[in-house]
């Protein structure tokens, strides 16, 4: 696991966004091919934009919380300002991408 990006439960997941601030979430499986060629971009990105939180979401650990955010698709990418969700995503993308969905 990186030291910026840290996977969370559901239960930390509604904690984390109830809190003031901007939020990325990445739902995940471990079983998932795309969403293993995604985490190095996220890692990435997370180490350069500190002013965001960065979190994942095992989607089978957390079935409840895939539910409530509608994750059909995964990787999934939920970006959360002041606990509203602003952007969402779905599959892999590259770092510059990644980089300006999470500027929005």
């Known amino acids: 696991m990186s030291e910026f990006v840290k996977e969370i439960s559901s239960q930390e997941l509604k904690e984390t966004i109830a809190k003031e601030g901007k939020v990325l979430v990445d739902f995940f499986a471990t079983w998932c091919g795309p969403c293993k ?10 180490a350069k934009k500190t002013d965001v939180k960065f979190v994942k979401v095992d989607i089978d650990q ?21 606990g ?17 969905f999470v500027e929005q």
């Open 84 to 100: 509203e969700v602003k952007a969402r995503t779905q599959g892999f993308m590259p770092e510059a991408a990644l980089q300006q």
């Open 62 to 82: 957390n079935v409840d919380a895939a539910q409530e955010f509608g994750v059909q698709v995964i990787p999934t990418l939920v970006l959360i300002e002041n």
């Open 37 to 46: 060629m995604l985490a190095p971009v996220v890692d990435k990105v997370a």
